[in-house]
């Protein structure tokens, strides 16, 4: 699944080519996505002017006049500027036209989401519940310790908990515990103000370096010029079961955590 890293990439990579356009018409080719696309986007977008594109968490967010468009990329999506007239591959399922370019949706597995919202969009259902951005000033070492303490899950469970925190999935879950010093086993209500304070570090140290990078390399996502990220060639601890420990050199433990996959160093972190 693209990550935030992977999101705010393809956000800095569309919003260049877009902004300040006007949508000239709107394509949809398969409508039944995660939800059915609205079937009024055409009415309700053409003609508008994009005047931003923003990301919440893992939502894309397209600001126009009338109102905001809400994408969510899903397990396998990914958007890309191409010239008007490009031919659309079986997985290119809606297009918004604008002029001379189109913004393309590309989804394999159909898991992606795009919602039409008028009026204030944070009140949106979707975004209402979110937690505090990691990169902004409100994810801090005395929020997470605050809301660590009344749960009763594991470390990892506890920062892939968007009502804690936004946007950090399972591969940087993996990295920042990793950098911290913690196992991802650890129960939350067991985490210390030093363990919180070395976790918040972590998470946007990760999340910075791999927005810097442009994303990780995942089968699944491209950027929207068509390139892969290459942020993976750096990760630590996600994918390397069995393998050394960077740090130590004890082989990495590969356990299953919430269902996902999970790697950690047995005398790394505690």
Known sequence: MPELPEVETTRRGVAPHLVGRR???VAVREGRLRWPVPPDLDPCLRGQRLEAVERRAKYLLFRFPAGTLLVHLGMSGSLRVVPAGSPP???DHVDLAFGER????????RFGSLHWVTGD???YPLLARLGPEPLAEGF????????????????KALLMD????VGVGNIYANESLFRAGIRPTRRSDRLTRADCERLTAAVKAVLTEAIAC????????VREDG????FRIALEAYGRGGEPCPRCGTAMRAVRVGQRATVYCPHCQR
């Open 121 to 123: 969009v944070a009140a």
């Open 162 to 165: 968007g009502r804690v925190v």
């Open 102 to 109: 189109v913004l393309r949706l590309r989804d394999p597995r």
């Open 23 to 25: 949508v000239s018409a």
């Open 214 to 221: 442009g994303g990780t390399t995942l089968r699944d996502f």
């Open 140 to 155: 801090t070492p005395e929020h997470l310790h605050a809301r660590a303490r009344d749960r009763r899950v594991s470390a």
């Open 227 to 230: 390139q892969p990220g290459y």
């Open 89 to 91: 591959g079986p997985h």
